[in-house]
């Protein structure tokens, strides 16, 4: 149980397209999503927290019309990066708490590798 | 800031051999939530183990195991009878009111 996808796994695209990355919880239900972004063999860094219904969360720092997030569902969030650039080239992570669960408990989706050329 | 240190980078064991991984936190809050993922090359984020503040008790999942010392805010990871496939990226976390925050990882490798 507890399995969270994510779509696509990998994304090549021109600089100043925009790209939308899915996250979906395939088994349970999740009010609260995260999006995480991860350089090469660097540690994780929280971008936002989205909670379905309302608007994100973002950590300071982190441009929220460059990086869109909607969390439209209880089992779908996506994060749209805009007019990409390749310094917006990295591993974005996202994951979610069960809904009425334990909500300091994440399951992680397997990343979405994005490169902007 | 609240911060979580890894202060091994990499770290290596010997097949069926036992290893520790470090960490160490700072917390201003009495009652959190502490954790260890494992990501592989795959890089897909496993949780490996749990840990409640509150409960004395060191948590223990089969070969995985901590050593949960509150007063001393360290978290470490014991890994007995290691396997190949225990070699990843160990990154230790802690739950702040709504959010993890992780360390800098610890790259594990374990040779045959």
């Known amino acids: ?117 | 800031a609240q911060t979580v240190t890894q202060s091994q980078p990499e770290m290596s064991v010997q097949e069926a051999e036992t290893v520790t991984l470090s960490c160490t936190y700072d917390t201003s809050e009495s009652d959190y939530y502490l954790f260890w993922y494992k990501q592989p090359p795959s890089r897909q984020m496993i949780l490996v183990i749990r840990q409640e503040a509150y409960k004395q008790q060191n948590a223990t999942e089969n070969r995985f195991s901590v050593n949960f010392q509150k007063a001393a805010k360290s978290f470490s990871l014991k890994i007995s009878d290691s396997q190949l496939g225990d070699a990843a990226m160990y990154f230790c976390a802690r739950y702040n009111t709504d959010k993890l925050i992780f360390g800098t990882g610890t790259r594990l490798q374990v040779f045959p």
Request: net charge positive.
């Open chain 1, 1 to 117: 149980g507890a399995v969270v996808s994510q779509h696509p796994s990998r994304v090549i695209c021109k600089s100043g397209t925009s790209v939308k990355i899915e996250c979906r919880s395939l088994d349970f239900q999740a009010t609260t999503m995260f999006w995480y972004r991860q350089f090469p063999k660097k540690s994780l860094m929280l971008m936002a927290t989205s909670n379905e219904g309302s608007k994100a969360t973002y950590e300071q720092g982190v441009e929220k019309d460059k990086f869109l997030i909607n969390h439209a569902s209880l089992t779908l969030s996506t994060l749209t990066v805009t007019s990409a650039h390749p310094e917006d080239s990295s591993f974005y992570i996202c994951s979610a708490s069960v809904s009425g669960g334990r909500q300091e408990t994440q399951y992680f989706g397997p990343g979405t590798r994005l490169l902007v050329l």
